[in-house]
């Protein structure tokens, strides 16, 4: 017992009972009649009570002590990923292996607790065993052990696997902090058997109609020495071509290219085949299925200089790496004055020399609605810019020019750069801009700011305006150039100066969109992804509402359709799609809103995953590593009372003692109130019976 008080205390409470009981039952007159031995038993009966309801005041505290004893656990972690039975030894994984797990398990109960998984795919609890995971995720394996049994009492793990992982970190290093032996039961064929394979198809993700596209097979042969087969394009199950191949090693890597033409728009399914070969056994890797997005236009891009700049090859070369945009390029003097054809204009240099061509490019495409980026440069006629009323304005400009560099405003909302991206600026060499006092125009939206040395300013150097129903934007500086050899130089592409451009001109060139309906979603994702489709509808102030149903069908590449309804968010719509079988399909979403009919039509693709079937030989290095690493062993063969004699003889797998304290007041001790209203009953009823109430 723990007293917060002084121990002494008791004592007060003792005497403070005692003189209680003993002025109750020495001067009562009730009670002469009564035996004294009866009187001491009532007076002690009421010293106890008393006092015992003083030590309760004091609040005093109870201690308990309990031991548990924790049996070792055993972790059983099963590979569920599809390699697992593409070997040699599949039919006994498929039909003995769970048998012999289950023998270990109940050969294990008595003294040890077994805790059974299976990962691949994903890490959960061994239920049953399909053997169908599409992917080997060690990393995952461990890293849900670590923090599942941190600080428990595990004795060690058998780990069954073939050692092939094709996500996630190297088992090897990802094991590393797991402080328990890990023993493994190494499975798969580690011999390289005869394989024609498809490693990878190269090939664009979009194509334009009638145009020609090149689709690239990179396959391997595997102890396939002189034999020969063909490696087939089909389309719709129809062979589209064919290219014979004859093998002329046991271990072949190469490429072969095919050529076709978009002849429909809309997503178009291909399959590329390599026939297998009469004694193959793997044949699962032999195929591999591609989607192709055929477009029936592409946004075309007019690009007007005054006088050649590398500025301009440095924005040719960004744009013409997508196959979204068609390029032209035409100094103003040659322009045939046509705009009809162009979804946006860059202007580069048109402004450092007034001419009545300049003047009608500009009119004309501010009557056509079509957006227009001003580059400017050293020579640029400031006064002509600030007529045109366009995203910035200058005063004060001199012939003077600074070395300023982009400092990116993170308030821009018109659209996003990813981090890489915006740290990458910090880089780029500065840019050569005229001395002057500049100022964004009312209601745009800068990008870049100007920093002067080291100086920030709230100069703008990169600003959009949008008037109207036209779009339109200003760069402020010389030497673009450098920001795509830096981009080089630094990550040894140009994609971080690409990405930028691209961005810009995407903004730029998309129309703005005034349906009253309109869906978002992936176009493209692979077998494991949940697909989502986000759904707005405005009413005619452009105000997000959802007040009737919405609702989709989607029709698969047989013409099975599948009907969903929306579900609803605050102001908006949603539909969550899981399981979804690898194929094409279409979609169309509706709503009747206002007696209006409202309707969007699209179409997706789920993308097989096959990287299990790439490779098909067992990795036991793997798995002999991470058990000499841990303290294991690999073996071979499960048998249970082999593994279980081998456990036992080891003196770091021993069940654990544990000691835990636990404190509590007594007076919330229910058996104290029991005895305390015992003690005053027995009282009372004496006094009761005898007369001495």
């Not at 002084?6 to 007159?29: E, H, M, Q």
């Not at 309990?66 to 039919?91: C, K, T």
């Amino acid at each position: 017992m723990i007293f917060p008080y002084s121990p002494w205390l008791v004592i007060i409470c003792l005497l403070v009972g005692f003189v209680f009981s003993f002025a109750l039952y020495r001067r009562d007159k009730r009670l002469v009649e009564l035996a004294k031995p009866l009187i001491i038993f009532l007076a002690s009966i009421r010293f106890v009570s008393a006092s015992l309801l003083a030590i309760l005041l004091l609040s005093p505290l109870v201690k308990y002590i309990s031991r548990s004893i924790a049996e070792p656990i055993i972790i059983i972690a099963q590979d569920n990923s599809a390699s697992m039975v593409l070997s040699e030894d599949s039919s006994f994984v498929k039909n003995e292996l769970l048998q012999e797990i289950n023998a270990l398990k109940q050969e294990l109960g008595g003294n040890y607790q077994v805790e059974h998984y299976s990962f691949g795919e994903k890490f959960s609890t061994a239920e049953s065993l399909e053997f169908t995971d599409r992917y080997s995720n060690f990393e995952q394996l461990f890293s849900e052990l670590q923090n599942r049994y941190e600080n428990r009492n595990v004795g060690a793990m058998l780990m069954i696997s073939d050692g092939i992982f094709n996500r996630g970190m190297n088992p090897i290093y990802a094991s590393a902090n797991l402080p328990f032996p890990i023993y493994s039961l190494a499975l798969g064929d580690t011999n390289q058997r005869k394989d024609l394979l498809i490693s990878n198809v190269i090939h664009n993700k979009i194509a334009f109609l009638g145009n020609q596209f090149p689709i690239r097979v990179e396959y391997k042969a595997l102890k396939a020495n002189g034999q020969e087969t063909k490696v087939r394009l089909l389309k719709a199950g129809k062979v589209i071509e064919e290219k014979e191949i004859s093998l002329e090693s046991n271990s072949e890597y190469k490429e072969i290219d095919f050529v076709i033409t978009a002849e429909e728009s809309g997503l178009q399914t291909y399959q590329v085949q390599i026939v297998p070969l009469q004694d193959e056994n793997v044949k699962e890797n032999n195929y591999r299925n591609i989607y192709i997005d055929v477009l029936d236009s592409r946004q075309k891009i007019l690009i007007a200089y005054q006088s050649p700049h590398p500025d301009i090859a440095a924005l040719k070369k960004a744009i013409s790496f997508s196959e979204n945009y068609k390029l032209e390029i035409v100094q103003i003097d040659k322009w045939n004055k046509d705009l009809k054809s162009y979804d946006l204009i860059l202007a580069h240099g048109l402004l450092s020399r007034r001419s009545a061509l300049t003047d009608e490019l500009i009119s004309g495409a501010r009557k056509s609605n079509l957006p227009i980026l001003f580059f400017t440069d050293q020579s640029t006629d400031w006064a002509y810019l600030n007529s045109l009323g366009s995203a910035i304005q200058a005063s004060n400009p001199t012939r003077s020019m600074n070395e300023v560099y982009a400092l990116y405003d993170q308030a821009f909302p018109l659209f996003k750069i990813d981090d890489e991206l915006a740290a990458s600026l910090k880089s780029f060499p500065p840019l050569k801009v005229p001395q002057a006092t500049y100022k964004k125009a009312d209601q745009s939206f800068v990008l870049f700011r100007q920093q002067i040395g080291n100086v920030p300013t709230k100069f703008p150097m990169l600003s959009f305006v949008q008037l109207e129903q036209r779009k339109e934007g200003v760069f402020v500086g010389e030497g673009l150039w450098r920001w795509r050899m830096n981009s080089f130089m630094s990550t040894g592409n140009h994609k971080q100066f690409d990405q930028l451009i691209s961005k810009v001109i995407q903004y730029l060139s998309v129309k703005a969109d005034k349906s009253y309906f309109r869906i978002s979603y992936q176009k493209e994702l692979m077998e494991n992804e949940k697909m989502r489709f986000d759904l707005q509808l405005f009413n005619k102030a452009y105000d997000p509402i959802n007040d009737p149903d919405a609702y989709m069908v989607i029709s698969d590449e047989d013409g099975n359709e599948f009907n969903y309804q929306f579900n609803r968010s605050s102001n908006a719509y949603f539909l969550d799609l899981a399981g979804m079988k690898v194929g094409n399909y279409s979609f169309r979403a509706y709503t009747d809103y206002n007696g209006q009919k409202l309707e969007e039509r699209g179409n997706f693709r789920i993308q097989e995953i096959m990287i299990e079937s790439v490779q098909t030989v067992a990795d036991h290095n793997i798995l002999y590593q991470i058990a000499q690493k841990s303290g294991g062993e690999v073996i071979y063969n499960l048998d249970a009372k082999s593994f279980t004699d081998e456990l036992n003889a080891r003196s770091d797998i021993r069940s654990l003692s544990y000691t835990s304290e636990d404190v509590e007041d007594i007076i919330n001790l229910k058996w104290i109130f029991f005895i305390l209203l015992f003690l005053l009953a027995i009282e009372w009823f004496i006094r009761k019976y005898s007369g001495a109430y």
